[in-house]
């Protein structure tokens, strides 16, 4: 890879090059570039072998406080950009241009960022890993990707040799495969799901039954149209004020159209009124009957 263009000629910047990739460069150089002009001193003290320092971004107009240890270059910062990022973030920087750092610490900066991470990677039956990266993954997985990296090594250098040296590499194998074998016993479908996983499964599993919700009006089953009918024929039939015939419907709901009469003397008007009035009242029963 290219070198990237400089800022300046720090020592710092220039190890921040040769370290990162060119995209977490970039962040870095502009945390850098801040370093330099936009922060300023505002109290240093001293605890346990610990230096610590309040520093003033006038960018963000707050005092953050730097925590550096001079014994062990390792630092820590109240910003927390390096907890995030895996970059020094540029309160970091500016102690480390204080105390004439040349280097960047390998405490301040995240393997995976730099330009030697895939270096050393090797596959595996896993995929890849990182064979230096002892944080992602543990010492017998380290040992089994080296040892992957052997068998390709010597697959590599039995090509283009005799069949005797391939009939010797696979005897040996299958010779130490039988050795091994009664010693471990064979995964279950359970244990590898737990390996693949990384973590322990859980063999209880507790299913609540689900809430019961009653709606409003739930419980009241519709009545079809064929039950409607088969209710409304069971009723007894009463006199229509409209077509004169004894049906289930009255004046108001009649299917006729509307018969005209001639006019009626104000007893027969009133005998209409009450027995419209006596139809109501049996409808009303009726009603109630139903619910």
Avoid at 33 to 48: A, H, I, Y
Avoid at 151 to 164: A, D, F
Wanted: glycine residues 4%.
């Amino acid at each position: 890879q290219s070198t990237p263009q400089l800022f300046s000629k720090s020592a710092l910047e220039s190890d921040g090059a040769r370290l990162f990739t060119h995209a977490i460069f970039e962040e870095f150089q502009e945390e850098y570039k801040c370093s330099t002009n936009t922060l300023t001193s505002r109290g240093f003290s001293e605890s346990n072998n610990m230096e610590l320092n309040t520093v003033k971004d006038a960018l963000r107009n707050r005092n953050f406080i730097v925590q550096y240890n001079p014994g062990t270059l390792e630092s820590s910062c109240t910003c927390k950009l390096f907890e995030r990022r895996g970059v020094p973030c540029r309160h970091i920087l500016w102690i480390y241009l204080g105390n004439g750092l040349e280097k960047i610490p390998e405490s301040s900066f995240a393997k995976r960022w730099t330009k030697d991470a895939l270096r050393d990677i090797k596959s595996n039956h896993k995929g890849c890993v990182g064979v230096g990266d002892v944080d992602i993954i543990d010492k017998k997985q380290i040992e089994m990707t080296k040892l992957w990296s052997e068998v390709h090594e010597t697959m590599g250098v039995l090509i283009g040799r005799e069949k005797e040296h391939v009939e010797d590499l696979c005897k040996l194998i299958k010779e130490f495969r039988e050795k091994l074998l009664p010693s471990v016993p064979p995964m279950t479908k359970h244990q590898e799901l737990e390996e693949l996983l990384g973590c322990a499964t859980n063999n209880e599993i507790t299913i609540l039954p689900p809430k019961i919700s009653k709606n409003k009006g739930s419980g009241k089953r519709m009545l079809s149209n064929k039950a409607k009918a088969v209710a409304c024929a069971s009723k007894p039939k009463r006199m229509c004020n409209n077509c004169k015939q004894m049906a289930h419907h009255d004046k108001r709901n009649c299917p006729n159209p509307f018969v005209e009469r001639p006019p009626q003397n104000v007893d027969d008007e009133e005998e209409e009124e009450e027995e419209e009035e006596e139809e109501e009242e049996e409808e009303n029963e009726d009603d109630e009957l139903d619910d």
